[in-house]
């Protein structure tokens, strides 16, 4: 992929979801904010960015990280927040079985030990399919594939939430619902 594409999806993912005020500019609740607003302040930021840049950016995320209005007039980034003022309202979903959450092998002793926890953001990531979380896994290090038995935590009353992405949230995961998946050559330590 084009390095001037990755720059900018990096930078996207900073402002739209942790320190919009970096470059000066607001996210509402939802995380929008107008893109007309975002050039200017980026390019006053000593970023070139333009409207074909970010429409190019936005198609192209493999991961589907960002979302441009109806209008065309806005862009947001559809999880991953740790910006306060941003609280996304995500549809409860009954949620598959089984999840699966990529980390590095120097996490898991830690996540056995205190379950999967949002941190700074607003929700824990969890991804459908074996391989996505081993992918997530390995930019940390050598990835460990953790299963969530989900549907033991949803008859316990946890929520989740399907982004427009694909990707489910949920609050927290504590440790008894976790366990080392394998397969895939991911989880073996």
């Not at 008859?155 to 427009?164: E, P, Q």
């Amino acid at each position: 992929m084009n390095k001037r594409i990755v720059e900018t999806s990096k930078f996207l993912s900073f402002v739209l979801r942790h320190q919009p005020q970096a470059i000066g500019i607001d996210l509402d609740r939802e995380g929008w904010t107008d893109i007309a607003a975002l050039l200017v302040a980026a390019n006053e930021d000593g970023r070139r960015l333009d409207r074909a840049l970010i429409d190019e950016v936005v198609q192209t995320n493999d991961k589907g990280r960002f979302a441009i209005s109806g209008d065309g007039l806005r862009i947001r980034a559809l999880q991953g927040h740790s910006s306060a003022g941003v609280q996304l309202t995500h549809r409860a979903l009954a949620p598959p079985p089984v999840l699966y959450h990529g980390t590095a092998t120097r996490f898991v002793a830690a996540i056995e030990r205190q379950g999967l926890r949002a941190g700074s953001r607003h929700h824990v990531h969890l991804s459908q399919e074996q391989a996505t979380a081993a992918s997530v896994g390995a930019r940390y290090g050598m990835p460990v594939v953790l299963r969530i038995d989900a549907a033991a935590m949803a008859a316990d009353g946890f929520v989740f939430y399907l982004a427009d992405n694909g990707v489910w949230l949920t609050e927290a995961v504590p440790p008894r619902y976790l366990s080392r998946s394998t397969g895939a050559g991911v989880g073996a330590t």
